[in-house]
């Protein structure tokens, strides 16, 4: 009996155990499903909330103001940002333009080609290319032999023309009062006209070669010369150097005075009949960026060239030590002056090739701040002069109450195009 009950409560033991071990299993699958259940509720809920974000965006996108591609927005910041200032159409009278090439010249009155009438040795000099001098100044000096000679054949007619001078004198009074006959009278006049247009001769000679002959004598006889310059100006050019040997037909120095310098213009046949004298044109050098210098037309070539150009000059009413001979240019001349709506030219952009002006549209609010609008305008770009320039606006165009962006366009441009940093 006893052995029965203890086989019974073992038995009972392991039962009991087993039981357990499967309640414990039930347990863990309930708590696994539970987990699962729980992670799948829970991004369940992410994915509504994701879902629900994305529509919502989607709701934004679908209710925010689709912009015209002719406007553009600035908010206050923006704005400010752009630098932009408002100006009204004006009328203007502007000139037509025409683009003509040229150079800077100086007159021939204001160019002087140095040399010597007679030949002879560079003794000094000390001029270079560039050397500003007046007139009458020492270019250089001339040594020749044949000075001195021509000094002294002056001289000695000199001397000469004094004994047969007093010698003719007394035959002119002996034939007026018979005492001498006309043969011996006619002599001595002969005798003495020669000499007086010899010594004439000589005395011109020395004055070619810068020697005064009222004062020479037998004690002051130079062996050189000195060049002189006849005009003021700068040496262009320096052909000598000491030593040389220099003949009547050599040029020693060219002189150029650039205080009134011309336009030379090169105008093709197809504008001649746009050029007279009188009107005025703009030019100005590469590296300034602008046409700042002005000139009137004085003279028009009358005959073509075998390029079928003429030559046109004009003086320069504002010169400056900038210009120098020989600079190219490209001149704009006005042609004719014609009154035309016009605005400062950096109002006017392009894009696509095509003229446009930015033209104040209105203040709207968003989300409580203030947001400016501007419609881009299409024109047709005409005459410019003296920063502004002449627009052909389109038909119904309300000049009068139009507010124009003259300043700060480029910005505005800038924002339409890239719709980045500038643009809502």
Not at 13 to 25: E, G, N, P, V, Y
Not at 124 to 136: A, E, F, P, V
Not at 337 to 353: C, E, H, K, R, Y
Request: proline share 3%; glycine share 6%.
């Amino acid at each position: 009996m006893r052995l029965k009950q203890f086989w019974e409560k073992i038995k009972y033991r392991l039962i009991r155990r087993k039981m357990k071990r499967m309640i414990s299993k039930t347990i863990n699958i309930r708590l696994k499903s539970a987990i699962i259940c729980l992670a799948i509720l829970f991004n369940s809920i992410l994915l509504l909330s994701s879902c629900g974000s994305s529509a919502s965006k989607e709701a934004v996108v679908e209710v925010k103001e689709v912009l015209p591609e002719n406007i553009v927005e600035l908010n206050a910041d923006q704005y400010k940002m752009a630098n932009v200032k408002m100006g009204a159409i004006e009328f203007r009278s502007l000139s037509d333009l025409i683009k003509i090439n040229g150079l800077i010249s100086a007159p021939p009155q204001n160019i002087a080609t140095v040399s010597t009438p007679m030949g002879g040795f560079i003794k000094n000099t000390s001029l270079m290319q560039g050397s500003q001098i007046k007139k009458d100044q020492v270019l250089a000096m001339v040594e020749n032999p044949e000075f001195i000679d021509l000094q002294q054949n002056y001289l000695e007619s000199k001397n000469q023309l004094e004994y047969v001078e007093a010698d003719y004198n007394r035959q002119k009074d002996l034939y007026k009062d018979n005492i001498s006959s006309a043969k011996s009278f006619q002599q001595v006049t002969s005798e003495y006209k020669v000499l007086k247009g010899k010594m004439n001769a000589l005395g011109q000679k020395l004055a070619l070669i810068g020697i005064n002959p009222e004062t020479l004598t037998e004690t002051n006889i130079q062996r050189a010369i000195a060049v002189k310059s006849p005009i003021s100006g700068f040496v262009k050019q320096v052909n000598v150097n000491i030593g040389k040997y220099v003949s009547p037909t050599d040029v020693l120095f060219e002189i150029v005075n650039t205080s009134k310098l011309t336009v030379e213009l090169t105008v093709f046949e197809k504008d001649i009949h746009e050029i007279s004298i009188g009107q005025r044109l703009r030019f100005g050098l590469s590296d300034e960026g602008k046409d700042q210098y002005i000139a009137v037309i004085y003279q028009v070539g009358k005959v073509l060239q075998n390029d079928k150009t003429i030559k046109v000059f004009a003086t320069i009413t504002n010169p400056s030590v900038r210009l120098i001979p020989g600079i190219y240019i490209t001149a704009s001349v006005e042609t004719h002056n014609n009154s035309m709506t016009a605005l400062p030219s950096d109002a006017i952009v392009q894009f696509d090739g095509k003229d446009y002006i930015f033209v104040f549209d209105r203040v709207k609010q968003e989300n409580g701040k203030a947001i400016t609008e501007y419609k881009l305008v299409q024109v047709k770009r005409g005459a410019s002069d003296n920063g502004y320039t002449g627009v052909i606006l389109p038909e119904g165009f309300d000049i009068k109450k139009a507010k124009i962006v003259i300043k700060g366009a480029y910005n505005l441009m800038a924002a339409k195009k890239n719709a980045g940093d500038m643009a809502c």
